[in-house]
């Protein structure tokens, strides 16, 4: 190889590396979609599936940072607003306190939060996170990605980056979802539609 070929090769690949954590967010895919999913992509990047479309999300349960048991089927009947989060995640932490603020907001008016923390080894940074912002809602401790993989079924809206939001309906069917950091005004886009469905 010349050294104008080497040049060439390692500007390429310098850009589809660039391009690889773009698309990536935080933490890079987590989760497969794959097949029909019934979906569509509103402006601002979130995902809503039609009522008659959706699909009942897997088996997330587990133990809390805090220590507690958890388990998303037992908040049937609300609208769940799930949110995979990092400590190590800077757009995690710049829409955390939104999170927090709509999910005291909400409570009330029958929305639950739930966070999965993913990928984070060390359980005190998890803790650390939780107290820097005072999140009013439990998060369950996921540092291997199991409840990524395995609670949201295949051809559903699956949470694949970090962070991501998944909003539940009453019925515990995957009804929007949100590949990238987000707002209050953006939770709200996804929530409050379901508090008006019968």
């Known amino acids: 190889m010349t050294p104008r070929t080497v040049s060439r090769a390692v500007a390429l690949t310098a850009i589809v590396t660039v391009a690889s954590f773009s698309l990536s967010a935080c933490g890079g895919s987590t989760s ?10 509103s402006t601002g990047g979130i ?18 940072i805090e ?7 037992d908040l049937h009947g609300k609208v769940v607003v799930i949110n995979a989060w990092g400590s190590w995640c800077p757009p995690c932490r710049a829409e955390a306190p939104y999170f927090n603020k709509v999910a005291k907001e909400m409570k009330a008016k029958g929305v639950e939060f739930v966070g999965i923390n993913a990928r984070d080894d060390d359980k005190s940074l998890s803790k650390a996170f939780e ?3 005072g999140m009013s809602y439990p998060s369950l401790y996921d540092p291997i990605g199991k409840l990524l993989l395995s609670g949201f079924p295949k051809g559903t809206l699956t949470p694949q980056s970090i962070p991501s ?32 469905e019968s």
């Open 47 to 64: 995902s809503k599936v039609a009522k008659g479309e959706r699909k009942a999300v897997g088996q997330i349960k587990g133990e809390t």
């Open 67 to 73: 220590g507690k048991h958890l388990d998303v089927a």
């Open 165 to 196: 939001t998944v909003v539940l309906d009453r019925d515990g069917k995957i009804a929007g979802r949100a590949l990238t950091s987000i707002d209050d005004k953006k939770l709200h886009k996804m929530i409050d539609p379901l508090l008006k």
């Open 32 to 41: 497969g979609g794959g097949g029909q999913t019934n979906y569509v992509t």
């Open 131 to 133: 107290d820097d912002f």
